[in-house]
């Protein structure tokens, strides 16, 4: 059944101009099996740090630099729950380590995808960070490299 109502004309347009920007926003997290994927793709890689490659030579996951940029938005609690605790907890002033599975909330978790030559410093490869702002959701999650 078609409308006669001439503001229908005007509104069908409006609402698919809506969709298609929604649909078309990258960089917003969703429970879907891309995303789950990804987050795999990314837990096996930090599994395949402590287990590959000779304890003499340097090794940088191959996931590092992946586009994580879907991610973004995602709960914390999610991408902890997907990657396990993170490796380290930072701000513009602090670095710690994690208490129990989340940094505390003024702390962004940060996870290396990376591994030095029979050494356990840290710093000097790829990290996954999510940038919380001191919020339950990254608003961002990035590739940095630590010197």
Request: overall charge neutral.
């Amino acid at each position: 059944m078609i409308s006669r109502d001439p503001r229908s004309v005007y509104a069908a347009p409006v609402v698919l101009a809506a969709f298609l920007v929604a649909c078309s926003t990258t960089g917003n997290y969703h429970n879907d099996a891309a995303h789950e994927e990804l987050l795999q793709i990314l837990r096996q890689c930090l599994v395949e740090i402590s287990i590959s490659g000779e304890r003499n030579k340097d090794f940088v996951s191959p996931c590092a630099g992946r586009d994580v940029s879907s991610l973004n938005a995602i709960p914390r609690s999610r991408l902890i729950d997907a990657l396990g605790p993170a490796r380290l907890c930072i701000s513009e002033t602090e670095i710690s380590f994690p208490e129990k599975q989340d940094c505390p909330v003024a702390q962004d978790p940060l996870w290396s995808f990376y591994r030095h030559a029979g050494s356990v410093d840290i710093g000097g490869g790829p990290e996954l960070i999510c940038v919380a702002n001191k919020q339950a959701r990254c608003s961002t999650v990035e590739w940095r490299r630590t010197k």
